[in-house]
């Protein structure tokens, strides 16, 4: 799917007072109320609260086709909240093609009936960019997926099934591209079978455009001024064919998944499992979790910026975006060090003029990147640049041991971790997939096996080794100010990381850290004083500055720099594996439909963004094992999904 750049709301009223937009010329919401709208069309009309009730144990999943100010979302929230336990926990999806900022939002609610709920959604109200925005509430049990953009585009991408939908949109006659034919197809797409449907508008071509679409449709009182509205069931005469990709779902087998691997990858899926009500075994050879990769004291975060916001660029945003949140969690509920302040990215090969006119083209909002002219950014760093930078106000860095220990502790009793188990080997049966050490002795069983070990992965699953690539990195570190001193780092700087060509970030008072080395299929795990030379002068170059190699050998032996090595594995397309293990060739119709190995889930191959890449590889996983909606659209899932490496490709 191609990005577009999004164009606001602007929030009006019209002589009743009511909000109303100009673009559509129509209002928000009817002068009978908002939240009574949403109770007697949306809320009754799809048997809400009570539906809840009635399957408890499985998330239920609601379709909006239009924002707008939220009320609807609010109300159902509130109805959820007022609905007595076991009631199923709720996912709320909606399309937005015009969303507005957050003030005025906030505007618009002045005088809502939830100002609680309010405050809570205007707290993570996103940065608007064309994503798919998770937003999580009552600990990860109301969630709002917020896709800004045009609905056309969006839902097609979806992967999810839905219970409900609410067709919200501006009326037929004034935007009516939200009630064609073409959406309502889409609409059934996702609907499970039975699904609701329920909408204000009694149009003769809605009604006609939900029975095509296979719903059968039925007219109901309306509500206020409105005679008649409409509701639906979906009743199809033939039974669409569903993707693979995430496999059947069993409500009747344990919900449980043994994760191997307890770095960044595994300790994020166990998380995100634990989200939607799975509990997890997480084994690791080590006895602690993050002892691999993900053991450095201290790593970055953030997305970035090309010029087509092409595959990469829009899965760097998402990641980001994602990780920005959890970091945020991590420090002020964990303890963990790090920062969410913002990062800057240098950027050597175009102006400050040409970086102005790629946001201006890309229409990225500046709460979630900025340009900087060399000037700015050697005055809010210390240190005088010889290019201008991005400033990736959702950036930052953390310590990645102490983020995989709030992972697990966010999970709170959803997760068991046990170390110092090394797996042999798998095996599967009708109880699920079997963990087993050297002597053929089993460690752990369950219905969900995870491969969240790095390289190791592949040894398991008997395939060559050449999939993924040890890509070899050494840090260095100093913890001193005399040891900083002796570098020329400055004492007042940098007070936010800067990342280049190589990184250089201050941690604490003195403790400072820089790299990182880049040496594949390099496995010598001993620190090497020629790569801290290696890493001081590319820690030069990020200061604009020349150093010779033995001046830099001469800095490091006097300040006596420490280090760390490890590995990151990565795939040649650089992206990360994340999804159900295929069963053999994937034929025309795609990823999408190739067959999956029951049970048996990969999410490795993060190479050296684990960090910005793991609390969204910790949602996409959960929500593809769980089949709950999942927070990436369909193309980013393609260029994840394990099929592409691990498959030979047919014509």
């Known amino acids: 799917m191609k990005a577009s750049p999004i164009q606001p709301a602007t929030l009006a009223f019209n002589q009743h ?22 109770k007697h069309v949306f809320l009754s009309g799809n048997r809400l609260p009570e539906r809840w009730q009635s399957t408890p144990s499985q998330r239920f999943v609601i379709l909006e086709t239009g924002l707008g100010l939220a009320n609807n979302f609010l109300a159902t929230w509130q109805a959820w909240r007022a609905t007595p336990e076991p009631r199923s926990p709720l996912d709320f999806v909606s399309l937005e093609q015009h969303p507005f900022t957050g003030a005025d939002l906030r505007r618009a609610h002045a005088h809502s009936p939830c100002p609680e709920l309010v405050e809570a959604l205007l707290a993570q109200w996103p940065a608007l960019t064309h994503n798919l925005h998770v937003l999580s509430f009552e600990g990860a049990k109301v969630r709002l997926l917020l896709a800004l953009g045009d609905a056309l585009k969006w839902l097609p991408e979806l992967h999810m099934q839905v219970d409900a939908f609410y067709l919200d949109g501006f009326a037929p006659s004034r935007n009516p591209s939200l009630w064609q034919p073409k959406v309502f197809k889409a609409l059934a797409r996702l609907a499970k079978l039975d699904a609701t449907v329920a909408t204000w508008s009694a149009a003769r071509g809605v009604r006609d455009g939900l029975r095509a679409a296979g719903f ?68 690791d050879a080590a006895t602690a979790p993050a002892s691999g990769a993900s053991g450095n004291p201290a790593g970055l975060f953030h997305g970035i910026v090309n010029g087509q916001d092409g595959t990469h660029s829009r899965l760097y945003r998402s990641a980001a975006l994602a990780i920005h949140k959890v970091v945020q969690d991590a420090i002020t509920r964990h303890g963990v060090q790090g920062s969410t302040q913002g990062l800057w990215r240098l950027e050597a090969r175009r102006s400050e003029a040409e970086m102005h006119a790629l946001l201006s083209q890309l229409g990225l909002p500046e709460d979630y990147v900025q340009a900087h002219s060399k000037t700015s950014v050697s005055k809010h760093l210390g240190w005088q640049l010889s290019c201008p930078a991005w400033w990736f106000t959702k950036g930052g860095w953390v310590d990645p041991a102490g983020l995989c220990r709030a992972y697990l502790a966010m999970a709170d009793q959803q997760i068991h971790f046990k170390g110092g188990q090394n797996v042999a080997s798998l095996h599967a049966d009708g109880d699920g997939w079997t963990a087993c050490d050297i002597q053929g002795h089993p460690l752990c069983t369950a219905p969900v096996l995870v491969l969240c070990n790095a390289g190791d992965a592949l040894r398991l699953l008997h395939q060559p080794p050449n999939l993924l690539t040890p890509v070899r990195g050494q ?177």
């Open 17 to 38: 007072g009511l909000p109303w937009s100009a673009q559509f010329d129509d209002i928000y919401h009817p002068k009978a109320g908002a939240f009574a709208q949403a």
């Open 216 to 283: 059968e449709v039925t007219l109901a009182p309306g509500h206020g001024d409105k005679r008649d509205m409409t509701l639906g069931r979906y009743a199809p005469f033939f039974t669409p064919r569903s993707p693979h990709r995430s496999g059947p779902v069993n409500h009747e087998l344990e919900q449980h998944a043994l994760i191997i691997g307890a770095g960044l990858a595994g300790c994020a899926t166990a998380w995100g499992l634990a989200q939607v009500g799975w509990r997890s075994t997480v084994l």
């Open 475 to 651: 840090i260095s570190w100093c913890s001193t100010p005399l040891q900083a001193a002796a570098l020329g780092w400055p004492a007042q700087g940098p007070t936010q990381p800067l990342a280049g060509s190589g990184y250089a970030l201050r941690m604490m008072e003195s403790h400072c850290l820089w790299g990182a080395t880049s040496q594949v299929c390099d496995l010598d795990p001993l620190v090497r004083e020629q790569d801290h030379v290696s890493n001081l002068m590319q820690w030069a170059q990020l200061r604009g500055m020349t150093l010779n190699v033995r001046d830099a050998q001469n800095k490091v032996a006097a300040a006596q720099v420490q280090g760390r090595v490890g590995w990151r594995w990565t795939c040649a397309d650089k992206l990360p594996l994340w999804g159900a293990m295929p069963t053999g060739l994937v034929k025309r119709e795609g990823l999408r439909f190739a067959q999956r190995v029951p049970g048996l889930w990969l999410c490795t191959g993060m190479g050296s963004r684990g960090i910005t890449w793991s609390a969204l590889a910790g949602q996409v996983m959960a929500a593809l094992i769980s089949g709950t909606a999942c927070p990436l659209e369909a193309s980013l899932l393609n260029a994840v999904d394990p099929g592409r490496v691990f498959c030979t490709h047919s014509s």
